[in-house]
């Protein structure tokens, strides 16, 4: 396992001991330390430097603040920078229109039939009249996956197994949703193993059809600096609202949070912690941070 930051940062600063006042040598060798924390947790190099180049200018303003913890104090002021970088606040979703739909889109096991039935048991719970379409027409265990999740929260699913026209599928839930009183259609499309342009142009019409106010991006943590490039893709083509990170259950740092944020400059806004219909969570960038600092 990761040795953690602190552990590092206080190693680092044994040299210290006896002196009241950080200097430029035990600054320089301590963002080092912290960049290579964050490489490990996942976080793009370049962003990783960036963000330690702020760290040691706010470090060497801080200096008269050091005295008997130095390292408590640098990973403190860490925290706080990635916490700001990945936006401070949990961000809620858009729900506008009748039905309003909420659009997920990812790569195929990214976790996107999971998390759609997840995303339908918390709105249900919340009193909402929710809805899920079943738009994943090339695997065929999706649509029954997605039924299974259904029956087990006790919401609805609409499919077309015999349809292999993934649009029309979607603008039939709509319009089953108004006749039967659904305020929210939570449209699960296909997503291939690399991004593949036809999946591309499918969620894109898809999208035009259906006019989500929500769009989500669900990606593999696990993937780590791979999540980064995935999600630039699906953001040039869908410019998409929001991103869920999923499989954060497992022992990556965490680190594509910090590196999605920076690139794509949009909200992480939920994480997926398991299999199970509970294991959702909105995101938290303090609790990020910590975690990304292990
Ligand atoms: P999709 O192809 O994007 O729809 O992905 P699925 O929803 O089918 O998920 C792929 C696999 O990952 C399934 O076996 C899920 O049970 C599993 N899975 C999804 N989300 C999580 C998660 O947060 N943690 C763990 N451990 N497994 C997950």
Do not use: W
């Not at 929210?184 to 342009?197: H, K, M, P, S």
């Not at 893709?233 to 497992?250: A, C, H």
């Amino acid at each position: 396992m990761f040795q953690s930051l602190q552990d590092k940062l206080n190693g680092a600063f044994r040299t210290l001991k006896g002196k009241d006042r950080i200097t430029d040598i035990n600054v320089a060798a301590t963002t080092k330390e912290v960049r290579r924390a964050l490489v490990d947790a996942d976080v793009n190099f370049k962003i990783a430097k960036d963000i330690t180049d702020r760290i040691r200018e706010t470090a060497m303003d801080r200096k008269i603040l050091i005295s008997v913890e130095p390292g408590q104090m640098f990973v403190k002021i860490v925290q706080e920078e990635l916490t700001r970088l990945m936006g401070s606040n949990s961000e809620s979703i858009s729900i506008k229109g009748d039905p309003a739909v909420i659009l997920i889109a990812g790569l195929q096991g990214s976790g996107k039939t999971t998390f759609s039935g997840k995303l339908a048991a918390m709105l249900k719970k919340q009193g909402k009249q929710v809805m899920l379409a079943a738009c994943d027409i090339y695997r065929p265990a999706a649509i029954d996956q997605l039924k299974v999740l259904g029956e087990q929260i006790g919401v609805e699913v609409y499919a077309e197994p015999e349809n292999k026209n993934a649009v029309a599928i979607a603008q039939q839930a709509i319009a089953y949703a108004r006749q039967n009183g659904k305020k929210i259609v939570i449209v699960d499309t296909a997503g291939r193993l690399a991004v593949d342009e036809a999946m591309m142009q499918e969620v894109e019409d898809i999208k035009k059809a259906l006019n989500p106010s929500e769009i989500l991006f669900v990606v593999d943590s696990m993937t780590g600096q791979d999540a980064v490039n995935t999600a630039k893709t699906f953001n040039e083509r869908l410019n998409f609202d929001g991103v869920v990170l999923t499989k954060l259950d497992g022992d990556s740092r965490g680190g594509a949070a910090l590196s999605i944020r920076q690139v794509v400059e949009k909200p992480i806004k939920f994480i997926s912690t398991g299999e199970k219909m509970e294991a959702l969570d909105l995101f938290h960038p303090d609790r990020m941070a910590s975690r990304i600092l292990g």
